[in-house]
């Protein structure tokens, strides 16, 4: 996997699709801090709230490297790529996202109950100077599927089987390319600080044998009742190694 540092933001991200990169690890003398909104703005204001915090704080925009997304419903694959052509001018706009590729690090999920009227944000992270010793990264969300393939529906793992094989096979393949990640940024499940599962199907049947013994619950897991944001995926994990984190 393909790793690429952003001047003047902090880090390095794995290359990834045009919506997002694979994850995003600090640089040396820098961390990541993640900051989680209390009102979930909508996409637009929470934009302009992110740019005058960072501002607050002296930092570049291009510090930051990660977010977190809870949209309405799921998305056919047009209705996703037209968000996403919309989301990426911002980071443009910022100096982040150039000649198509995006080093932001994302999740966007559906709530399946009390979801928002129009996409939100959930959470953001950043990068700042800091002699802090411990890896510092954002693994982005990911379903069980292969990305950057032309289309998602005909490479989705077990698609249309949510019985308890179909769920392991689909949490497995999510796993997996959850490692491959963590490996690429040089950490592994042992650096993380928290984990978040996405999935509105019983986790049970893989819990013990998977997200256990695998080392991906090792510091226990956040189990979010939503849906990936694809329809047709029903699975999504996401991870991450920070510090510092920060209610807004």
């Not at 600090?26 to 909104?37: D, H, K, Q, S």
């Not at 919309?86 to 100096?95: A, C, D, I, P, Q």
Request: charged share 25%; with cysteine.
């Amino acid at each position: 996997m393909t790793t690429h540092e952003v001047s003047g933001g902090g880090y390095r991200y794995l290359e990834g699709v045009f919506q997002y990169s694979g994850g995003v690890r600090a640089v040396e003398g820098y961390r990541l801090e993640r900051v989680r909104f209390r009102d979930l703005p909508v996409v637009s204001e929470g934009f302009e709230r992110i740019e005058r915090y960072l501002g607050d704080l002296g930092l570049p925009l291009t510090s930051f490297c990660a977010c977190e997304l809870r949209s309405p419903a799921q998305f056919t694959e047009a209705g996703f790529r037209s968000f996403n052509e919309g989301y990426v001018k911002t980071l443009e706009r910022w100096g982040i996202f150039r000649d198509g590729l995006n080093p932001v690090a994302r999740s966007n999920v559906c709530p399946e109950i009390d979801p928002p009227a129009a996409p939100v944000f959930h959470a953001f992270s950043f990068a700042r100077p800091s002699g802090a010793a411990a890896p510092s990264f954002v693994i982005a969300g990911s379903g069980e599927v292969t990305e950057g393939r032309g289309n998602y529906r005909d490479h989705i793992v077990a698609y249309g089987d949510t019985s308890p094989a179909g769920m392991k096979q689909k949490a497995r393949c999510v796993l997996d390319e959850m490692e491959r990640r963590l490996g690429a940024l040089g950490v592994g499940w042992k650096d993380t600080t928290d984990t978040q599962v996405y999935t509105v199907f019983d986790v049970h049947s893989y819990l013990a044998d998977d997200l256990v013994r695998r080392g991906a619950a090792s510091r226990g897991f956040s189990w979010h009742f939503c849906r990936p944001p694809i329809l047709g995926l029903e699975f999504e994990m996401d991870c991450r190694g920070v510090a510092t984190e920060v209610m807004l």
